[in-house]
């Protein structure tokens, strides 16, 4: 996925943050979420590594060694932001403090199960907070390409892969739509241009309604 189209969802995700929001971000995609809203917004965001009050990616030669986001990139802190230790950090999520989680994932479910820590038979560093965000956190928005590597579908009727939690996904933000999941049924809300719903049926492994008045997103 390109740049811009990684910047497309991070935009579209954006829309959902809202003033006096905390917000954790995943590594990937939703780490470019704060770039994509007004400076002055009252938004804290919070990371596990112990930050609340995260702003955007620093410039080119302006990072600071010892300030970056849970997945380790350079990050900037804003007005009023503060550093905790992580398990205070964890404390917040596990005491659902957190409004709003943006995630990346490996595969969701047509009921919005999230798997997003393993595949099997890779190695990998850890789940890291995905679980305790998935189940504590008011919403779960995952960001992530429609299909992976060998164009295979990531929105599946039942995931593969080993679930971070079950039914606790609100919404999907694809290079090629926008879904949304309410009573553990799909809904397709909106579409990215120049996309239409037979694109999504093509590369969607999983039964879905249709909003009556569908979005068309230009950008």
């Given amino acids: 996925m390109g740049v811009d189209v990684r ?3 991070a935009r579209r995700a954006a829309e959902e943050i809202h003033d006096g929001m905390i917000v954790n971000l995943g590594i990937g995609i939703p780490s470019l979420v704060p770039n994509h809203l007004e400076a002055d917004m009252p938004v804290m965001f919070h990371a596990e590594n112990g930050i609340v ?19 380790g990139f350079p990050v ?4 009023g932001g503060s550093y905790c230790d992580s398990s205070i950090a964890f404390a917040m999520i596990r005491r659902g403090i957190v409004d709003l ?15 997003n820590w393993i595949v099997p038979g890779k190695k990998v560093p850890g789940m ?16 992530m390409n429609h299909c992976d590597k060998k164009g295979k579908p990531k929105i599946l009727q039942t995931c593969s892969l080993p679930l971070t939690s079950k039914a606790c996904v609100d919404m999907i933000v694809t290079e090629l739509a926008v879904f949304k999941i309410a009573a553990e049924k799909l809904w397709l ?3 990215f241009a120049p996309f239409d719903v037979q694109d999504v049926r093509n590369k969607t492994d999983a039964e879905f309604e249709i909003k009556e008045m569908l979005r068309r997103i230009p950008y």
């Fill in 101 to 115: 989680t943006i995630l990346g994932s490996l595969q969701v479910s047509q009921k919005g199960d999230l798997a």
């Fill in 76 to 79: 900037t802190l804003t007005n």
């Fill in 128 to 143: 890291g907070g995905a679980m305790e965000l998935a189940q504590k956190a008011k919403k779960v928005i995952v960001l």
């Fill in 7 to 9: 910047n497309r969802l």
């Fill in 53 to 71: 009050g995260m702003g955007a990616s620093p410039k080119k030669g302006m990072e600071d060694e010892n300030l970056c986001n849970a997945g």
């Fill in 189 to 191: 809300t909106e579409l």
